[in-house]
């Protein structure tokens, strides 16, 4: 019973994350709109939005004896990247953060191998289109 509670808990709040994850075609692909991206404002959303997803998550990435060892290091990050990730998996539509870091990697030159290596990103082919628009800018 337990179990099952917490589970449409978490399917809630994981849903309710979807518009901070959503990437409209075509609407996010300009260079100011993948920049605008803050991982500190958006890491105060998601918690806000998902406090009992965020709270399990953040306390599996991180230990006790860790916390207490290095008190400064902040699973943050790691968390929103599992959440955005977690979102991705239930529709391609919600691939912001995947996509910002598929034209990072792509302007970095990692290549096209590498990115079926790495395929827990964004489309190969859409990052293409992205890139040359942006480079038109």
């Not at 994850?21 to 404002?41: H, K, R, V, W, Y």
């Not at 290091?73 to 998996?89: D, E, G, Q, R, W």
């Amino acid at each position: 019973f337990a179990l099952e509670c917490s589970r449409e808990i978490f399917e809630r709040e994981l849903e309710g994350l979807a518009d901070i994850f959503e990437s409209p075609f075509g609407n996010d692909i300009s260079e100011a709109e993948l920049t605008l991206l803050s991982f500190p404002q958006t890491v105060k959303l998601v918690k806000s939005k998902a406090p009992n997803l965020w709270e399990l998550l953040f306390r599996l990435a991180r230990t006790e004896g860790q916390q207490t060892r290095n008190p400064n290091k902040n699973p943050s990050n790691i968390v929103l990247i599992v959440l955005a990730m977690f979102s991705y998996t239930r529709t391609h539509h919600r691939g912001r953060l995947q996509k910002l870091f598929a034209v990072y990697f792509k302007f970095r030159g990692l290549s096209a191998k590498g990115f079926d290596t790495l395929h827990l990103i964004y489309e190969r082919c859409d990052v293409g289109t992205v890139v040359a628009k942006i480079q038109k800018e």
